[in-house]
């Protein structure tokens, strides 16, 4: 079941809920506003020294707060929005399977490597004190060299949430060379946006000055994007109102952190996304196709557990795709060295030991599965591997 069923039956009960509450409060302020104007009564009564007035009354507001019934209003609301909780948490437990133990298999996993993933992933967090508590109980102490490069990332980044591109600067001088060689743009665009700034809280001539400063390589790389904010000031003062006025933008600021972590990360030789948050993301989308597979599997007294590759695919969304993997259409063998794709003359691909099973032989002719062309072996070609 898609979430949005999910979503649509909360959305109902959060309705039914607000309802009610808000009948409960209607129902209470009409009792007190009741009860008050009686005090009210009562109190004028008693100034007067009449008793039988004050039973009247009393009476009175009896008569009328067992006509408003507020018990039976309430109870009503209340057994209204009962009954779509209930509903509700039917829903949920039909929808997700609470014990998920028979979708993944025993594996024993390299504690060791598992502890390094699991801090490396804290510090890249900036969760440090929580990553140190981690080294600590898991008695992991070389672990900590993971930190330092993450504190010096999360350093530039405070002091770019401040307006303060010194410390982005001076890392991306130091490492000019390798960003060059990534083809990174980085140190330009964080020259670009010092110079906005100079040019938007300093003077013309300050910004000028600044702008001789820019790094050599930059320059004769970059002259077009140079020569555009050297045309800036001629509007100073008046920069938003200018054809670059996108250069005051605040996503600048934005795309320049992420791009600066992305360049971080990539010199450091990790991936910009957490490795850990990849794998429990994917886990997460694959979750439901296991756990069915792992059903249709008990009804017919199999276990999955035991094969070496799973009887139906597990579709994982685009960003969980790294590397090109070719699975045979026929035999759904993943390719390898020993089982490369290989072209037909028409067109299709299939894995190698799927053409040798067609052919029977190199020389002789066989029928491609997908359209009416034949072929043979040897004018099948190797894809790669």
């Not at 009686?38 to 009896?62: F, H, P, Y």
């Not at 952190?257 to 886990?283: D, H, I, K, M, W």
């Not at 296991?290 to 999955?304: F, G, R």
């Not at 993943?334 to 003359?345: D, Y």
Request: glycine share 4%; proline share 5%.
């Amino acid at each position: 079941m898609e979430l949005s069923a999910i979503k649509d039956a909360f959305d109902r009960v959060s309705k039914k809920q607000k309802l009610s509450s808000s009948k409960t409060q209607e129902v209470i302020d009409q009792v007190g506003r009741e009860i008050e104007h009686a005090l009210s009564r009562m109190q004028s009564v008693q100034d007067a020294g009449s008793a039988t007035d004050q039973k009247t009354i009393l009476t009175e507001l009896n008569s009328k707060l067992n006509e408003i019934g507020p018990i039976n209003q309430i109870e009503g609301s209340q057994k209204e929005l009962n009954v779509g909780l209930s509903k509700y948490a039917k829903l949920l437990e039909k929808s997700f399977v609470m014990d998920i133990s028979k979708a993944y298999r025993n594996v024993d996993f390299d504690v060791h490597t598992v502890n390094q993933i699991i801090a490396a992933h804290l510090y890249r967090q900036g969760l440090f004190d929580l990553g140190d508590c981690f080294v600590n109980e898991a008695d992991k102490p070389d672990a900590t060299s993971l930190k330092s490069p993450f504190v010096e990332m999360y350093k530039i980044l405070e002091a770019m949430r401040s307006r303060n591109l010194g410390p982005a600067l001076a890392w991306a001088a130091a490492n000019r060379d390798m960003l060059l060689q990534n083809g990174s743009t980085l140190e330009l665009k964080l020259h670009g946006l010092q110079f906005v700034e100079i040019l938007q809280k300093g003077s013309q001539s300050d910004a000028l000055k600044y702008i001789w400063t820019f790094p050599a390589p930059l320059v004769s790389m970059h002259m077009p994007e140079i020569q555009k904010l050297t045309i800036c000031l001629l509007w100073a003062g008046c920069l938003e109102r200018s054809p670059y006025a996108n250069f005051l933008s605040l996503m600048h600021w934005e795309l320049l952190s992420e791009e600066l972590t992305r360049q971080f990360c990539n010199l450091l030789g990790q991936s910009y996304e957490s490795p850990l948050s990849v794998a429990v993301a994917a886990g997460v989308q694959g979750l439901p196709t296991l756990l069915k597979l792992a059903n249709v599997m008990a009804t017919k007294k199999q276990e999955w557990l035991a094969m070496k590759q799973l009887p139906v695919p597990v579709d994982l969304g685009p960003e969980f795709q790294f590397h090109s993997i070719f699975v045979c259409p026929i035999s759904r063998d993943q390719g390898s060295e020993e089982n490369p794709p290989m072209l037909m003359p028409c067109g299709h691909v299939l894995c190698k030991q799927s053409i040798v099973k067609l052919s029977k032989s190199s020389t002789r002719m066989f029928k491609c599965p997908y359209c009416p062309n034949e072929a043979t072996i040897t004018q099948c070609k190797q894809l790669y591997f």
